[in-house]
């Protein structure tokens, strides 16, 4: 997969391509549906397949620390996107230039002049261009101008709900990690690099891995039983904070601790993925760091309950 960091490194698709729009954060069941149908086409036609997301996503432009919670960071839809069939994927920087863009401004310079787009999947309820006035019904009638098809993406449903990344974070926000993994089709993770803390969690046996969520947002927060993957292409098992120690500093910043089983080795700057497997508590504020500690220790005899129950 070839990555294309901003419209003004896009040379013009020589033969055209097959192209779908949208945020596609989470890179639910839904979006592998839509992609998996453009690549069909792509097959057909001889021609790349292409996803155009943005960075940041409108909302985020729009709302900054009001937008919904994000489910993935950039780098980590990236990482998801290189295990799916398409060759390039677009970033679009979404700034104050780009949301005054008229929508026939986007068809003509960007659809047609640089991606010579020949087919688009995109849902029906898409809308783009200044003041949201392009939608469905302009790209038909454009698409009959320029010789381009356009499709609807469909629903995927699962339970009876239409997958989507707003019910995703409903699932996760109410500490539904199961409904959450049935729509993503795999279990809710975070991918960070380790940083260095204030080592406190060592200082009571519980030495932990921290990682910035980097987010002004997040879907979950609370004491959770993980694993975390990284390492030494093994699997540990062990418990993780999200959130802003209250206990500790109340800071406002966002922060993923992990405990792991059994483990003492050093591991800052490691990339790793922490993967949510059941939400044990909420995070709490505690009057002292010995009753933190009391907590700790349920915690981790929670999680190792958990995964001793869990089948092989």
Not at 198 to 219: D, E, Q, S, Y
Not at 261 to 267: A, V
């Amino acid at each position: 997969m070839h990555l294309i960091k901003g419209l003004s490194q896009l040379e013009p698709f020589k033969n055209g391509c097959v192209l779908t729009i949208g945020n596609f954060d989470g890179v639910h069941l839904g979006h592998r549906a839509v992609i998996n149908k453009l690549a069909d086409r792509g097959r057909s036609l001889g021609l790349p397949v292409v996803v155009m997301i943005f960075e940041p996503q409108p909302l985020e432009y729009f709302l900054a620390d009001n937008a919904p919670s994000r489910l993935m960071r950039l780098r980590e839809k990236v990482i998801e996107f290189s295990h799916l069939p398409i060759d390039d994927l677009l970033v679009a920087r979404f700034d104050r230039d780009f949301a005054n863009v008229d929508a026939e401004q986007f068809i003509e310079q960007i659809l047609i002049n640089k991606l010579r787009v020949k087919h688009l999947v995109i849902g029906d309820d898409f809308h783009f261009g200044k003041a949201r006035r392009g939608n469905f019904s302009l790209l038909k009638e454009k698409g009959q101008q320029y010789g381009f098809t356009v499709e609807d993406t469909g629903s995927l449903f699962v339970d009876e709900f239409r997958v989507s990344s707003t019910l995703i974070r409903d699932a996760l926000s109410d500490g539904d990690l199961i409904r959450a993994e049935r729509m993503l089709g795999k279990c809710y993770s975070v991918c960070g690099r380790v940083i260095s803390g204030n080592k406190l969690g060592r200082t009571i046996g519980f030495p932990t891995a921290n990682i910035r969520m980097l987010r002004k947002n997040t879907p979950i927060d609370g004491v959770f039983a993980v694993t975390v993957t990284g390492i030494d292409n093994k699997e540990f098992h062990g418990i993780a904070n999200v959130g802003t120690r209250p206990t500790v500093d109340g800071n406002s910043k966002v922060l993923l601790e992990a405990h792991l089983f059994d483990f003492d080795r050093d591991i800052y700057g490691r990339y790793v993925e922490v993967h949510f497997k059941q939400k044990i508590r909420n995070e709490m504020h505690f009057p002292s760091l010995d009753h933190l500690k009391a907590q700790i220790v349920k915690d981790v005899a929670a999680s190792k309950k958990l995964f001793a129950e869990l089948p092989l």
